[in-house]
């Protein structure tokens, strides 16, 4: 799988920030490597809300790999306005999307902290 890697390596830098996250997150997974996927998961964070759930995701994978993140991911769940919220309102597709960040959120900081998921 780690052959892999160098196929992944030029999509970190995708116009496409869901692009970037896919392959943040592939490369992780192949190689388990923070120092290059974790500046890409967290400019992705701050560019496109619609994809922390995927970060998210990756970095409850990443564990105490993704120490790094840890304010974000605290910041996050210590929102009052939710990251999916919109003017005019929310459909219950929302509140679902946003309960599964909160719960990605909080088992990534879990890992942070204590290294198990």
Do not use: F
């Given at each position: 799988?780690?052959?892999?890697?160098?196929?992944l390596?030029?999509?970190l830098?995708?116009?496409?920030?869901?692009?970037?996250?896919?392959a943040?997150?592939?490369?992780?997974?192949?190689?388990g490597?923070?120092?290059?996927?974790?500046?890409?998961l967290?400019a992705?964070?701050?560019?496109?809300?619609?994809?922390?759930?995927?970060?998210a995701?990756?970095?409850?994978?990443?564990?105490?790999?993704?120490?790094?993140?840890q304010?974000?991911?605290?910041?996050?769940?210590?929102?009052?306005?939710?990251?999916?919220?919109?003017?005019?309102?929310?459909?219950?597709?929302?509140?679902?999307?946003?309960?599964?960040?909160?719960?990605?959120?909080?088992?990534?900081?879990?890992?942070?902290?204590?290294?198990a998921?």
């Amino acid at each position: 799988a780690a052959s892999a890697a160098p196929a992944l390596r030029p999509a970190l830098a995708s116009r496409d920030p869901w692009v970037r996250v896919r392959a943040a997150a592939a490369l992780w997974r192949v190689t388990g490597e923070a120092e290059e996927v974790l500046p890409v998961l967290l400019a992705a964070w701050e560019e496109n809300r619609h994809a922390r759930v995927d970060i998210a995701e990756c970095l409850a994978e990443m564990g105490p790999a993704a120490s790094a993140a840890q304010l974000v991911v605290l910041t996050e769940l210590t929102r009052r306005r939710r990251h999916n919220a919109r003017e005019g309102g929310s459909g219950t597709h929302d509140v679902h999307l946003d309960e599964k960040l909160l719960t990605l959120c909080r088992a990534a900081l879990a890992r942070m902290e204590r290294g198990a998921y």
